[in-house]
């Protein structure tokens, strides 16, 4: 499916893509909510409009950001993320893939919308940084992957040939942003969330198992 002699470089997203959703999922439409109306003391109904607040700021540079979240809530939500942080881990056979791609030199950068505080707590808990040959996020950069001008930007930090570039990222949002740009090798993922069903993409071939990317003598599992 991919022929590797003709990729320098893979893009990796972090979230649903390397790491399972599954942290993401239940820590900001479950164990947020549950703990801001606790903190606040407010009654348990109100759970609803807390989730609602969250989702409007979907795809923008808000919504990454757990300084906006903490200043938003008045709540630390580095603090309640660590509450929930055991559910934070690779998906099924990343670390494989990783492992590989570290063997077979193509650069390997991770692009992701992950802010700076996000990183720093999942980094360390995943090992995934002795894999990266450098890691971008898009706050740094000043705008989200699903506008356009994340990739130009991208481009001034880490320069990558987009007709020998991979990019892999579980949001169709982002693959469709990332296929404007030009970049040519575009995969999704097919189940994100461990603990959601699998989908397929509309656009884009979804992957089950990065093992089935990999050359003849690395067989799916
Ligand atoms: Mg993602």
Redesign the pocket.
Known sequence: MIDWRAIDTVLL?????LLD?HFDSHFWLEHLPRRYVELHRLDDSTQHEIRARIIREQGTLNWYSLAYWSRELGIDVVALKREVQHLIGLRSDALDFLQWLKRSHPRVVLATNADRESLALKLPLTGLEDYLDAIVSSADVGTPKEAPEFWFALQEVERFDPQRTLFI???PAVLESAREYGIRYLLGIKQ?DSQRPERELEEFIALDHFASILPGEHPPV
């Open positions: 997203d972090m979230d649903g893509t959703l990222d579980d949001n994100p």
